[in-house]
């Protein structure tokens, strides 16, 4: 393994690792009146956007950060369209 892997690995776990707290409070809590709905559907779009980018270059830390983190991102993001409606009066 490179050099440069070795350093795309710490990154990707640090900013995969730093997504969790959120994910898992917003499973924990349902809680999802603090998440913009716009911007929580461009992150997720981005992220699989960088899936696909770290795919085409064989980029494994890509690959793996985005995988882990698309499939958090998503989780969140449904929970948001489920959750996040307004009570009916």
């Known amino acids: ?46 992220v ?3 899936l696909l980018y770290g795919l085409s270059l064989g980029a494994w830390p890509v690959v793996v950060a985005n995988a882990i983190t698309l499939a958090l991102a998503v989780s969140i993001l449904v929970m948001k369209l489920r959750f996040g409606r307004a009570p009916s009066a």
């Not at 393994?1 to 994910?23: E, H, K, N, R």
């Open 48 to 50: 699989a956007l960088w």
């Open 1 to 46: 393994m490179q050099a440069g892997d070795l350093i795309g690995f710490g990154a990707a776990f640090l900013t995969t690792a730093s997504f969790v707290p959120q994910a898992w409070l917003t499973f924990r809590t349902r809680d999802v009146s603090g998440i913009s709905l716009g911007m929580y559907s461009a992150f997720t779009l981005g």
